[in-house]
């Protein structure tokens, strides 16, 4: 199925979670300092492994950089 | 005698609060931090891309300071809003640096987006420091409603023209019951001072020190300014005159005239 990631389309195995999504981002799903939205709404650190992506699904991966 | 910045009721012995966009590296970051003294440091939350290397955050944690995560780069609210939750997920702080901005090209905040936000981040339990304009009746409202600071600019985001209006700060400095902290607009030394002596609680500080030609030089010229400038406000200024007022006595002069006559 495809799910947009951080603005870009991509092509993953379903059945997928958050968690499936970031290992394919490369991140892994203990990095600090890392944030998940899934369709505009906060997906917390602990439900990463619990909720599951469905095809069209707008994911954002955020992290801190410099700024301010 | 401690001069703590008190900030929601946490202690700082610092009044500079470093921005860190805009720095060349995290290396030239992590030693302008040092000599700034900063103890509160600002970040701005974006996409992770893939194979980035090192990061912000490590420079920070390096340091022991807190990190102040920032909304750089919201239009509206709603968009300030999430992006608050995110960084308080990603960093586990719920004080954020709210800023919500009208435009790209003056970046100036939008007062009623912003005024929204924080309402709703107050009312999510987060510790607001909004960035504001130099409006007092702004000010005001964005204390009303719970924000922990005011912020108000000294002039444009990156700009480096100083404060622009002393006078609209002079009100704000007044009327405020929460710390008045001078955010963006900041040039060079000299405007740090300034902010410090008209009152300001603190001063925060990004592209005058990461921007310029030697960070790590001008980090520490903020860091005496900021200093220097709560000094003097804390000793009190004479007045400002029109004429002299003489500092030697003006009895006890000699006669000094030739006996001629």
Redesign the interface.
């Known amino acids: 199925m495809t799910v947009v990631v951080?603005?870009e389309a991509v092509d993953i195995e379903g059945p997928a979670t958050v968690a499936g999504v970031l290992r394919r981002?490369?991140?892994p799903v203990d990095a600090?300092?890392?944030?998940?939205?899934r369709n505009?709404e906060?997906v917390?650190?602990s439900s990463w492994n619990a909720v599951a992506v469905v095809p069209g699904d707008r994911i954002?991966?955020?992290?801190?950089?410099?700024?301010? | 005698m401690s001069d703590d910045l008190v900030i929601a009721g946490e202690r700082f012995t610092s009044r500079l609060i470093l921005?860190?966009?805009?720095?060349p590296s995290h290396e030239v970051?992590a030693h302008a931090l040092e000599a700034s003294g900063a103890e509160v440091v600002?970040?701005?939350?974006?996409?992770?891309?893939?194979?980035a290397g090192g990061?912000?955050?490590d420079v920070i944690e390096r340091a022991g300071v807190r990190?102040?995560?920032?909304t750089?780069g919201c239009y509206t609210a709603r968009d300030a809003v999430?992006t608050a939750?995110?960084?308080r997920?990603?960093?586990r702080t719920d004080w954020v640096?709210l800023?919500v901005i009208a435009d790209d090209r003056t970046l100036l905040p939008e007062p009623l987006e912003l005024v929204a936000a924080a309402e709703q981040l107050v009312d999510d339990g987060f510790t607001v420091l909004p960035y504001t304009n130099d409006d007092p009746v702004l000010a005001r409202r964005l204390e009303d409603v719970g924000c922990a600071v005011v912020m108000p600019l000294g002039a444009p985001i990156g700009s480096g023209s100083g404060i622009r209006n002393p006078y609209n700060l002079r009100i704000i400095l007044e009327n405020a019951s929460v710390p008045v902290i001078l955010d963006a607009g900041i040039g060079t030394a000299s405007d740090a001072a300034v902010a410090m002596e008209l009152g300001c609680a603190a001063v925060?500080v990004?592209s005058a020190i990461?921007r310029a030609a030697e960070p790590v030089l001008m980090a520490e010229a903020m860091r005496k300014a900021v200093e220097a400038g709560r000094l003097a406000h804390r000793a009190g200024r004479i007045p400002q005159r029109l004429y002299a007022e003489a500092s030697s006595p003006t009895s006890g002069i000699a006669d000094l005239r030739s006996r001629a006559g």
């Open positions: 951080n603005g981002m490369n991140v600090a300092g890392v944030a998940v939205a505009g906060v917390p650190r954002e991966v955020l992290h801190a950089v410099q700024g301010g | 921005g860190t966009g805009g720095a970051l600002t970040v701005a939350m974006r996409r992770v891309s893939r194979g990061s912000v955050l990190v102040l995560p920032n750089a999430m939750r995110l960084a997920e990603a960093l640096k800023e925060l990004a990461t």
